[in-house]
Structures are given as C-alpha cells and as structure tokens.
C-alpha cells in the first residue's frame, strides 16, 4: 500500500534550526492528514492534523502545511530541539473516522 | 492527559495457540481501531470498532482475528490460532469524533512474539 510516502528515512539538524519533514500522497480522497511522534517503545503520539479545508495548521513550535493540488504535505519544526529526535509519521484518513494510512516514517535527529 | 492503555507489553505464544490483546481506550471515546506494526514494515490499519459492531477491516483481519468490547471499558484483540507471521507491535488507538481534526489517540502497544 503506497497512497502515502514518506521518500527520506532519516534527517539530520542542528539544535536551533528548523526541521522540515516531507510527506506524499495518492489517494484524492484523503481529507484529513495527521502526523504523529514515535519513540522507541511507545506508541505513536499525536502531534499536530489538518484537514482538507486548510493549507496550514500551527501549533507551538509545529506547522502542517498542504498542498492539494501537489498533493503533498509537510510538517515544519521551528525552532528544533534535541528533544524532538525520534521517528515522525504522516498519516491520512478519509474523513476523520476513516482508518488511518501511515506512511513508512523519517528518523529526526536534532544534534546539540 | 486521558491515555489509552495497553496490556500486556510483551506476550510470547506458541504457533497455534489463541492469544488477547487488552486496550482500555480513553473513556469518553467512541470509535475505536487496531493497527499492526510488523519490525521494519508501516503500520498497517487492521479494524475499527463503533457502537458494538465493526465498521472497517483490512484484507489482514481475517477469520483468525475478532473484537470484542466485553464491557464499558475494554477493547479485546484475539487472534484464533497465531501464526509466526503475526508476530509485531499491536497497537490500540481510540477517538472522539465532535467534528473536524479529532484524531486518533495510541496506546503504547503490545509486543507479540509467536514461536
């Protein structure tokens, strides 16, 4: 199942700067776009959604941007800490009851 | 913080034998899901759950695998007659849906190992 694609395994940044983590997806009918937080031997952790309505979703130091017509998202960490080092997963959804499609996830790394 | 809760963490089962898996979704939740995490793979959705029926499964949830929410608290995962491909990460997740951008919260999850 490839209707959402997360194409970078892994990024690497400094304490400070911001982290931008990049997300696909194929299926139009996706209304509703999440990202969530995992570390190791936990679940994931809800983070930050948007819905189809919008192109841009803040929280705090999170952004979610989407793109429609590109259909893309991406979520933007400003300003990035060490603290937020663990594997982000975008995930979609036909509405907001729908089961969720999870893409593969990209390991941040926020160095001190 | 409501949490969704998951037991055990760890269950180690013969092939073959019937194992549950325990959630206890955040209490005012109404809609509830179980997604599989197999080491190295996506996680994948397996079934959602709302008023006492399912209202969708995967082409995994086959007739090995059934939910149960047995009382006001609990939400059951069994699998009949576990194969080693069953072995992942189980994870349980609830939702409350209000309206618009109410997502879906996880449990810590449950390491299934089949031997």
């Known amino acids: 199942d490839q209707q959402v694609k997360q194409n970078s395994p892994s990024l690497s940044v400094q304490e400070g700067r911001i982290s931008i983590l990049n997300c696909d997806y194929t299926?139009?009918?996706?209304?509703?776009f999440l990202w969530y937080k995992k570390y190791p031997a936990e679940g994931p952790t809800f983070l930050i959604s948007?819905?189809?309505?919008?192109d841009k979703n803040e929280d705090g130091r999170f952004t979610v941007f989407l793109n429609k017509s590109a259909k893309h998202l991406s979520l933007h960490i400003v300003p990035s800490q060490p603290g937020d080092s663990a594997v982000y997963f975008c995930?979609?959804?036909?509405?907001?009851?729908?089961?969720?499609?999870f893409g593969q996830g990209t390991t941040l790394q926020v160095k001190p | 913080e409501p949490e969704v809760t998951q037991t055990p963490s760890h269950q180690v089962t013969q092939m073959g034998q019937e194992v549950i898996l325990r959630c206890v979704p955040i209490?005012?939740?109404?809609?509830f899901y179980w997604y599989r995490q197999i080491l190295g793979q996506k996680v994948e959705f397996l079934v959602s759950?709302?008023?006492?029926?399912?209202?969708?499964k995967s082409e995994i949830f086959d007739d090995q695998f059934s939910v149960e929410r047995p009382d006001g608290s609990n939400f059951t995962l069994k699998i009949r007659s576990t194969k080693l491909e069953d072995s992942a990460m189980y994870f349980c997740?609830?939702?409350?849906?209000?309206?618009?951008?109410?997502?879906?919260?996880f449990g810590d999850g449950t390491r299934l190992s089949i031997l």
């Open positions: 997740a609830s939702s409350y849906p209000s309206g618009l951008n109410q997502p879906q919260h």
């Open positions: 299926n139009s009918m996706f209304d509703y």
């Open positions: 948007i819905s189809s309505i919008k």
């Open positions: 995930a979609a959804s036909v509405g907001n009851t729908g089961k969720l499609i």
């Open positions: 209490s005012n939740h109404l809609y």
């Open positions: 759950f709302y008023n006492n029926e399912i209202s969708e």
